[in-house]
């Protein structure tokens, strides 16, 4: 089976300070791991994934993620928050096994100015 | 270019009633995905299509779901005899040939079952 958790609802930080949202994740087999987001009034949008190769990862917009394989984990992180970077943030997850992803029942990010 | 598209955009309906959703995806995008987000429960997945074939149809909640897709493109979802708990965002993605390729979601219908 694969899982997914994102252990907080929502996350609040001050425009300018470094925002992390946390994803840890439960497969059997290589993990593929990836991060959505979902601005107000707006589809889905895709931000970054990691396949294979280097633990840290870089997408749109500036965020970065770091796979980190001992701890299960694949937080979201961006040195520099905007207030622009308010929104709903899914992680995912596909085991090897697997043909499609289960998404986390993702964490609303709020940066205040 | 175009994006992936749903219609209609909102749809409400009595309980008891059918109803059938469309996605037009990406051209040339052979994955299709149904996905329903309800407030509070995240992302669930539905059903995924690889061409027209629907490999795997495990996240269908009920015998009253069902998908087709037809000519590799088009994709219609279909609820019978609609439930209030069947109301929800429902989003259909296509990416170009699996699930490791980036999803191009569309915009959603909002079903609301009275």
């Known amino acids: 089976a694969q899982s997914v958790a994102q252990p907080e609802d929502q996350v609040n930080v001050a425009e300018g300070n470094p925002l992390t949202v946390k994803c840890t994740y439960s497969?059997?087999?290589?993990?593929?791991l990836f991060w959505y987001v979902q601005y107000p009034n707006r589809g889905l949008q895709f931000l970054l994934k990691?396949?294979?190769?280097?633990?840290l990862v870089k997408g749109s917009y500036g965020f970065e993620a770091e796979f980190n394989k001992s701890q299960t984990s694949f937080h979201l992180k961006k040195p520099s928050a905007l207030v622009s970077d308010s929104a709903l943030y899914f992680c995912?997850?596909?085991?090897?096994?697997?043909?499609?992803?289960?998404f986390g029942k993702g964490t609303m990010l709020l940066v205040s100015p | 270019g175009a994006g992936v598209s749903q219609s209609p955009s909102n749809k409400v309906t009595e309980k008891g009633k059918d109803v059938e959703l469309r996605c037009d995806p990406i051209?040339?995008?052979?994955?299709l995905y149904w996905y329903r987000q309800s407030l509070g429960q995240g992302l669930e997945f539905l059903i995924y299509?690889?061409?027209?074939?629907?490999?795997?149809k495990s996240g269908l909640p009920s015998d009253r779901f069902s998908a087709e897709r037809t000519g590799g493109s088009v994709s219609t979802l279909t609820i019978q005899r609609t439930q209030q708990e069947d109301s929800a965002v429902y989003l259909c993605?296509?990416?170009?040939?699996?699930?490791?390729?980036?999803?191009?979601f569309g915009p959603g219908t909002r079903l609301t079952v009275t």
């Open positions: 993605a296509s990416s170009l040939l699996g699930s490791l390729d980036e999803q191009y």
């Open positions: 497969v059997s087999g290589n993990p593929y």
């Open positions: 990691y396949i294979t190769g280097d633990n």
């Open positions: 995912a997850v596909r085991d090897g096994g697997y043909s499609t992803l289960t």
């Open positions: 051209s040339g995008h052979t994955a």
């Open positions: 299509f690889q061409g027209n074939s629907a490999p795997d």
